[in-house]
């Protein structure tokens, strides 16, 4: 799987939008990008995904660049409890393989 | 839906004893997956099971642990003996099917072994 690059932490405000950047320039055409976060003990929350169009569920966006090469997950309005570890996957069998991911810390 | 259910959720041994782990995945999903994750990382697959054979073990440590999926539903990870460097949170994860996106993981076991 393509090898991801994501900022080790990253504070956000209340109430505003948090946008999580991630790099995976070596992605490959069929490898779709897969965004989970984990909040403290306990297991790993699928966020969602995409492979060349931008998409929207009722938890996130992900804003991917049309070269595929980076994408940016958005939080849209960032609460107390969206404070976790934000995971950036690339993906293109059935495998997960989990980085260190971003410290996200949402401050009142 | 239930969710993947994890037991114990605590478990502190000493080295070189023996432990086991049990997960029970959401009704129907066909893949189980068990990982490590170590403080600070990334959770790391040990094992993939397809309904009751196993599609990955490439990175589970064979002279120590094993795993076993009976009947395609709960699976069981051991370790024999454990090491000071087992200490971590093991996690199950399911899915409907090798492909699927929505893997839903339990909240895992946190071992210590001193």
């Known amino acids: 799987d393509a090898k991801t690059t994501q900022p080790p932490s990253m504070d956000c405000a209340e109430g505003r939008a948090a946008n999580l950047p991630c790099n995976h320039s070596?992605?490959?055409?069929?490898?779709?990008v897969y965004w989970y976060r984990q909040i403290h003990s306990q297991g790993p929350q699928y966020i969602i995904h995409g492979l060349k169009n931008n998409e929207t569920n009722e938890m996130a966006s992900l804003i991917i660049t049309e070269d595929r090469k980076s994408s940016t997950l958005i939080l849209p309005h960032a609460t107390l409890r969206d404070t976790a570890v934000y995971y950036c996957?690339?993906?293109?069998?059935?495998?997960?393989?989990f980085g260190a991911g971003t410290t996200v810390t949402v401050r009142a | 839906e239930a969710g993947v259910a994890q037991s114990p959720r605590y478990k502190i041994i000493e080295k070189r004893q023996s432990v086991a782990f049990w997960c029970n995945p959401i009704?129907?999903?066909?893949?189980l997956y068990w990982y490590q994750q170590i403080l600070g990382q990334g959770p790391k697959l040990l094992i993939q099971?397809?309904?009751?054979?196993?599609?990955?073990d490439s990175q589970l440590p064979k002279d120590r642990f094993s795993a076993e999926r009976l009947k395609g539903v709960d699976s069981t990870l051991k370790i024999q003996p454990a090491k000071l460097e087992d200490s971590a949170v093991y996690l199950c994860a399911s899915s409907r099917g090798q492909g699927a996106y929505g893997y839903t993981f339990g909240s895992g076991t946190r071992l210590t072994v001193v």
């Open positions: 099971f397809q309904n009751n054979g196993v599609v990955d």
């Open positions: 996957i690339v993906r293109n069998d059935y495998k997960l393989s």
């Open positions: 070596t992605i490959s055409g069929n490898e779709y």
């Open positions: 009704s129907g999903h066909a893949t």
